[in-house]
């Protein structure tokens, strides 16, 4: 099992940026898929980026392609999402997930979420 905890939220004009941090317990970390969700208020959950267990492959919902970096630090048990160029629809709670078996887009596959920070991004 592990547990994350995000952080690096927080409010910021629209072309500015912020990263977010999500550190993991346990000591498994590189044997999950790690991925960023994001939910906007009224709205669904909805995929953001991923990243493989090593840090070699990663994707991005259309939407923040090039404009968002997700990264990780094995050793440090902790992944990153670098957001820039930020615009009021990126405005949501974003939530990191760890998936132990698949590389995916789909929140369905990740078994284990953190309790989200906040992002609001004003125009």
């Known amino acids: 099992q592990v547990q994350l905890v995000e952080s690096g939220g927080g409010l910021v004009q629209a072309g500015g940026s912020l990263r977010l941090s999500c550190a993991a317990s346990g000591r498994t970390f590189s044997s999950y898929v790690m991925g960023w969700f994001r939910q906007a208020p009224g709205k669904e959950r909805e995929f953001v980026a991923a990243i493989s267990w090593s840090g070699s492959r990663t994707n991005y919902a259309d939407s923040v392609k090039g404009r968002y970096t997700i990264s990780r630090d094995n050793v440090k048990n902790t992944v990153y999402l670098q957001m820039n160029s930020l615009k009021s629809e990126d405005t949501a709670v974003y939530y990191c997930?760890?998936?132990?078996?698949?590389?995916?887009?789909?929140?369905?596959?990740?078994?284990?979420w953190g309790q989200g920070t906040q992002v609001t991004v004003s125009s």
């Open positions: 997930a760890a998936s132990s078996t698949y590389y995916s887009d789909s929140l369905e596959k990740y078994d284990y």
